[in-house]
T-cell receptor, first 113, second 119 residues
Framework: KAGVTQTPRYLIKTRGQQVTLSCSPI?????VSWYQQTPGQGLQFLFE???????NKGNFPGRFSGRQFSNSRSEMNVSTLELGDSALYLC????????????FGPGTRLLVL | AQKITQTQPGMFVQEKEAVTLDCTYD???????LFWYKQPSSGEMIFLIY??????QNATEGRYSLNFQKARKSANLVISASQLGDSAMYFC????????????????FGRGTQLTVWP
C-alpha cells in the first residue's frame, strides 16, 4: 500500500506570495492532518480534515487555510507569505479513532525569502 | 500546561547498548493513544510504536519497547541493541479525542530528543 505523498517536496517563495501544498493520504484513510515544524516552535498542529470538513484547527492566523476533496486528498494554502512561514510542513493520514496511528508524508520544505 | 514533556534534549549511546528516552504526558481523557516517532535528518516522521491507554501490557515492536506507567503518566521508549542508523530525533506524541465521543483527534508532540549512537 502506498504511503502518504506530498507535493512539492521543496519550495522557495518570496514574501507576499501565496503557496499551495498538496497531500495524498494512504488509501482508505479519511482523516488528514497538517503540522508545521520549525526549529523554534517545534511541531505545531494546523488542522484536521475528515469527510471534506475541517474538524479541528490549531492556533494559526487566517492566512493558513486548507481543504479536503471527496477522494480524501487535501491541500493547504498560505497566503501573503511571511519570513516566519519558512518551515517543514507535514501531512499525516489515519483511520478514525484515537488509537489509530497517524502516518506522515515526507513533508514539504518551504523557504520564504 | 504541556501535554507532552520530553526532558532530554540530547542523548548519547554506544552501539549495541540499550537506551531509554523519557516521556511524560498530561491528559484527563480516559481514552488516548501514545506514539513514538523517529525523524532522521531527511525530515520524514517515521512511526515506531503505539500504546493505548487501556492496554495492560507494554507495547513492543522489534528492538523498540514502550515502558508504560499509567499512574505516573509516563511512556518511555526503550531501544535495545542500538545501531548507528538509530541516530535521529525522537518524538513522543499523544492523541486524544477532539471531544467526548469523537473518533477524531490531533497529535500533541513533545520537543523531541536527539539521539546519537556512537561506534
Amino acid at each position: 500500500k502506498a504511503g502518504v505523498t506530498q507535493t512539492p517536496r521543496y519550495l522557495i517563495k518570496t514574501r507576499g506570495q501565496q503557496v499551495t501544498l498538496s497531500c495524498s493520504p494512504i488509501s482508505g484513510h479519511r482523516s488528514v492532518s497538517w503540522y508545521q515544524q520549525t526549529p523554534g516552535q517545534g511541531l505545531q498542529f494546523l488542522f484536521e480534515y475528515f469527510s471534506e470538513t475541517q474538524r479541528n484547527k490549531g492556533n494559526f492566523p487566517g492566512r493558513f487555510s486548507g481543504r479536503q476533496f471527496s477522494n480524501s486528498r487535501s491541500e493547504m494554502n498560505v497566503s501573503t507569505l511571511e519570513l516566519g512561514d519558512s518551515a517543514l510542513y507535514l501531512c499525516a493520514s489515519s483511520l478514525t479513532g484515537v488509537e489509530e496511528t497517524q502516518y506522515f508524508g515526507p513533508g514539504t520544505r518551504l523557504l520564504v525569502l | 500546561a504541556q501535554k507532552i514533556t520530553q526532558t532530554q534534549p540530547g542523548m548519547f549511546v554506544q552501539e549495541k547498548e540499550a537506551v531509554t528516552l523519557d516521556c511524560t504526558y498530561d491528559t484527563s481523557d480516559p481514552s488516548y493513544g501514545l506514539f513514538w516517532y523517529k525523524q532522521p535528518s531527511s525530515g520524514e516522521m517515521i512511526f515506531l510504536i503505539y500504546q493505548g491507554s487501556y492496554d495492560q501490557q507494554n507495547a513492543t515492536e522489534g528492538r523498540y519497547s514502550l515502558n508504560f506507567q499509567k499512574a505516573r503518566k509516563s511512556a518511555n521508549l526503550v531501544i535495545s541493541a542500538s545501531q548507528l542508523g538509530d541516530s535521529a530525533m525522537y518524538f513522543c506524541a499523544m492523541r486524544e479525542s477532539l471531544d467526548r465521543g469523537s473518533t477524531l483527534g490531533r497529535l500533541y508532540f513533545g520537543r523531541g530528543t536527539q539521539l546519537t549512537v556512537w561506534p
